[in-house]
Each structure stands twice: as C-alpha cells, then as structure tokens.
C-alpha cells in the first residue's frame, strides 16, 4: 500500500493492492511518512473503504478528527452486539461517541429532541445502543 495523503499521525489515505483508496488508522500509521512511501504495515490496525461512491477525504478527515481508541471501541462495541461494523457504521458510532465524551468532559447534560422517536422508529438499534452504553 502507497500512501496518497498523511491526515494525521494516526490515520493516512493510502492505495490498495488493486489501486482503490483505502483509509488506513493505527497508532503512527502517517507518524514521519510522506506521501508515495509505503505504508508500515505492522502499524495498520483497521482499514476503512469508502462505501456508495463517497469521499475517501471526507471520510478520512472525519477519522482523523476522532481519537484511536473511540475508533477502536465503535468498531468493538458493534461487534459485541453482533452487528457488522461497515465503514459507515463504525464512523457514525465513532462520532457519536466522540461527541459524547467531549459532552460529559463539559459535564454538559442535555436530551436529544428525537429520543422517543428513535426508539419508536429504530427499536433494534436502539436496543443495540443500550447494549453498547
């Protein structure tokens, strides 16, 4: 794998084997490399594939605003709950968790406007979601 772009010290956007892009996350994965060197690969730890055509650099620049081990515990979390975790899902639990920890850091309570209406209209994820809190 080539590196096309360093986000971060922990996450780059690489090539693959068959030229497609590719995110790649794990402690100093992009740490002192520049982009067309190859990538550590004993530093790669998950690898995310843009999924319906969209941005490997939009999708890249939301992991790298997203510490490792938030990344690690979505990607964990769905699993221990029986989910595949896609390259979408793991992102989106990513985020909420991420956003979730910076909430209780401000020691900031707040309820979401559509929590009954989630549980209503989603009841297999929501369960999913208190199995995972």
Same mark, same amino acid.
């Given at each position: 794998m080539k590196i096309l772009?360093?986000?971060?010290?922990?996450?780059?956007?690489a090539t693959d084997a068959s030229g497609g892009e590719v995110?790649?996350? $794990?402690? $100093?994965? $992009?740490?002192q490399t520049k982009p067309g060197r190859s990538v550590d690969q004993s530093k790669i730890?998950?690898?995310?594939?843009?999924?319906d055509n969209r941005s490997s650099d939009h999708l890249g620049e939301?992991?790298?605003a997203?510490?490792?081990?938030?990344?690690?515990?979505?990607?964990?979390?769905l699993r221990q709950v029986g989910r595949t975790p896609g390259t979408a899902t793991v992102v989106a639990l990513s985020d909420h968790l991420h956003q979730a920890s910076l909430r209780v850091h401000?020691?900031?309570?707040?309820?979401?406007p559509l929590a009954t209406e989630v549980q209503y209209l989603y009841p297999e994820e929501?369960?999913?979601?208190?199995?995972?809190?």
């Open positions: 772009r360093v986000l971060n010290n922990n996450v780059v956007l995110i790649l996350t $794990g402690w $100093g994965v $992009g740490f730890q998950r690898v995310f594939r843009p999924e939301q992991l790298a997203i510490p490792p081990d938030i990344i690690a515990a979505a990607d964990d979390a401000k020691v900031v309570e707040e309820h979401h929501f369960k999913d979601a208190q199995r995972i809190l």
